[in-house]
């Protein structure tokens, strides 16, 4: 089993930046992926961007070259840098990790101000 747990978020004017993490621990070694889902009022989830434990990346249109996925392997910790931050950025983001079994944080609001 694997636990997570997230940090960062909060209330941030557009244009701004902030940095999810997100730490793992139990076993590790199972996870083959790691990243974040989204979720707005009245959305559907969405895959935000997520970290193979190879480092292959991947986002969603809306997010890229605004957001950037990264991982510090020796703290078993993935982080996400979010720039140029916009209102529909608004949403719960969770932190998820896949292996033997889909593990998920304990989501955190990052809110977007106009």
């Known amino acids: 089993q694997v636990q997570l747990v997230e940090s960062g978020g909060g209330l941030v004017q557009a244009g701004g930046s902030l940095r999810l993490s997100c730490a793992a621990s139990?076993?590790?070694?199972?996870?083959?992926?790691m990243g974040w889902y989204r979720q707005a009022p009245g959305n559907q989830r969405e895959l935000v961007a997520d970290?193979?434990?190879?480092?292959?990346?991947r986002y969603a249109d809306s997010v890229k070259g605004r957001f950037t996925i990264f991982r510090d392997n020796a703290k078993n910790t993935v982080y996400l840098q979010m720039n140029s931050l916009k209102p529909e950025d608004t949403a719960v983001y969770s932190c998820?990790?896949?292996?033997?079994?889909?593990?998920w944080g304990q989501g955190t609001q990052v809110t977007v101000s106009s």
């Open positions: 139990g076993n590790v070694f199972s996870i083959n992926s």
């Open positions: 998820y990790a896949r292996g033997y079994l889909w593990s």
């Open positions: 970290i193979t434990s190879y480092g292959s990346t």
